[in-house]
């Protein structure tokens, strides 16, 4: 038994001469020991820690370095504590109960691989009384392949479900995807987890880029119909003549031409969950009168069908448009936009929160560098930088904006103001400096750079296709290529 190994022999800190002391008496019983005796010091050189645990797992020593190591505190506090209970992925109870060593394995502790060998040991009768582990420095040069391959292969599995999750959910954010700390962004989150509490339609009201899509998909996950389908459609991308059959289905030859089945529409797909209606703007007269009759009586009729088939479905509907002026204007209903606004969630552009433009960058750049070697960082001074532009195409043009800055600067590289003014397009931009007066340069280099600058802004309109730029800016493919080069 380990019961010589006294709290002060503990807080004395030597806890190899106490192991050794363990290891060394007179009875050599079983080969286990012997292989521990002589294994000991090469193990205790070689490891970032070790452990002893008693018959029945509990902890009977840890040296200071393994109880650091695995954030436990003061070593004195765990003794006498069953081992599961402070380091869960531990097999020494395995090795009490089997006095089989296990002499390579990896162990998970909180994010952490360690790589870790745990021996059985004996009394003199014989009798197993305990085990050892000692967890291996990972540098350790033979280890390195093994362990890379494991921490590889944990990795891939954890990206692998991730991605089936929200394959099943249908849905690939939740709320901590809206990102944002200021207070217009903490309002949207607050309505938004509202929203996901109750059944009741909700209008989502942004600008392009703003996240309206992120908030659906988000509230979805958070809502009791979070396993059951998000079914999306846009209105604005179907053309109107196939609208009706895209949300209610059709039935069996409903037309010359239509398929001998039954085809499902957005409706019947999303029973159960929630129908995200984006561009809901869009929609055309006839088409609202059929969606409103579908919200208010909870039915549908799929074309060519003179059976109404009920539904029970969430709508969450979207636009960029405004909404009242369209009412006002006769194109949009007014019962409809009573019928879908009973929780209005207006997302405010991102020039309104540029409080946000840090941690917004902070995760953006998370995101584009996902998969590769460096973290995007961006300084204080370059997120100043974006503030001085008023992002008409909101967080999408940022995201856009950064990943450009990440591909025209240095691999790796830090992104600064520098890096930030390279990108920016700055047509409608509100320089820093227009205040102060600037002072008058030679006209070449007043020149170049307006044609710098219409250049960036070419290429940002375009998304980065080149020929699209040259188009916007008269000029051919191979002449930008050419004034690309003179710039980079
Ligand atoms: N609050 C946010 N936090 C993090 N990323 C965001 C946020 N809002 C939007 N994004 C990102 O910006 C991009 C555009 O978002 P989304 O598609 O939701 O915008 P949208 O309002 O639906 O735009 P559109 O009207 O053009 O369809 C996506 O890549 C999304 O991940
Ligand atoms: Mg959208």
């Known amino acids: 038994m380990l019961g010589f190994f006294t709290m002060n022999d503990i807080q004395a800190g030597d806890g190899a001469r106490y192991m050794t002391e363990l290891f060394s008496e007179k009875n050599k019983n079983g080969l286990t020991r012997d292989l521990i005796e002589a294994l000991f010091p090469m193990f205790e050189e070689a490891s970032a820690g070790a452990i002893a645990v008693d018959g029945e797992s509990r902890i009977t020593w840890i040296n200071s370095s393994y109880s650091h190591l695995l954030g436990l505190g003061d070593p004195a506090r765990v003794i006498g504590k069953p081992v599961r209970q402070l380091i869960p992925h531990t097999r020494m109870p395995e090795v009490v109960e089997s006095g089989k060593p296990l002499l390579l394995d990896i162990m998970e502790h909180n994010q952490q691989q360690l790589v870790v060998t745990r021996l059985p040991y004996y009394d003199e009768s014989g009798r197993i009384v305990g085990a050892v582990a000692f967890v291996l420095y990972d540098d350790l ?3 390195t392949p093994l362990v890379s391959k494991y921490r590889r292969l944990h990795q891939d599995l954890a990206a692998a479900r991730k991605a089936l999750a929200k394959k099943v959910r249908g849905t690939r954010y939740s709320l901590g995807d809206f990102v944002g700390a200021s207070p217009a962004a903490l ?5 938004a987890r509202l929203a996901a509490g109750r059944e009741m339609p909700v209008l989502l009201l942004g600008e392009t880029g703003t996240g309206k899509e992120v908030l659906a998909q988000a509230i979805h996950t958070v809502s009791a119909r979070a396993d059951k389908p998000f079914v999306g459609v846009n209105v604005a991308a179907i053309p109107d003549n196939l609208l009706e059959a895209e949300f209610f289905g059709v039935a069996p030859g409903a037309y010359t031409g239509a398929d001998r089945r039954t085809r499902d529409g957005k409706f019947q797909l999303a029973n159960g969950g929630t129908l995200f209606l984006d561009e809901v703007g869009d929609m055309p007269l006839p088409l609202q009168a059929k969606l409103l009759r579908a919200l208010q009586e909870g039915e549908i009729e799929p074309l060519g069908s003179n059976k ?8 969450i509907a979207a636009t960029s448009r405004n909404l009242e002026a369209m009412i006002a204007e006769g194109s949009f209903r007014s019962d409809l936009y009573y019928r879908l606004n009973v929780l209005e969630i207006p997302i405010p552009p991102l020039r309104d929160r540029l409080a946000d433009l840090g941690v917004l960058c902070e995760a953006l750049l998370g995101e584009i560098c996902e998969g ?12 100043s930088a974006l503030g001085s532009y008023d992002w008409p195409g909101n967080i999408r043009e940022l995201r856009n904006v950064l990943e450009r800055a990440m591909t025209m600067g240095e691999e790796g590289g830090i992104l600064d103001a520098d890096a930030v003014f390279k990108v920016l397009p700055r047509s409608s931009a509100r320089p820093i ?3 102060t007066p600037q002072p008058v340069r030679p006209l070449a280099q007043t020149l170049a750079d307006a044609e ?3 250049i960036e802004e070419a290429l940002v309109a375009s998304r980065g296709n080149r020929t699209r730029a040259a188009k916007l800016l008269g000029i051919s493919r191979s002449v930008l290529y050419e004034k690309l080069a003179k710039l980079s």
């Open 141 to 143: 040069q033979p280890l």
């Open 187 to 191: 309002e949207v989150k607050r309505r």
């Open 308 to 315: 109404v088939e009920r539904v029970d479905v969430r709508v």
């Open 372 to 383: 590769l070697e460096f973290r995007g960082e961006i300084t204080d001074a370059g997120v």
């Open 433 to 435: 400096s227009s205040l």
């Open 452 to 454: 710098a600058q219409a």
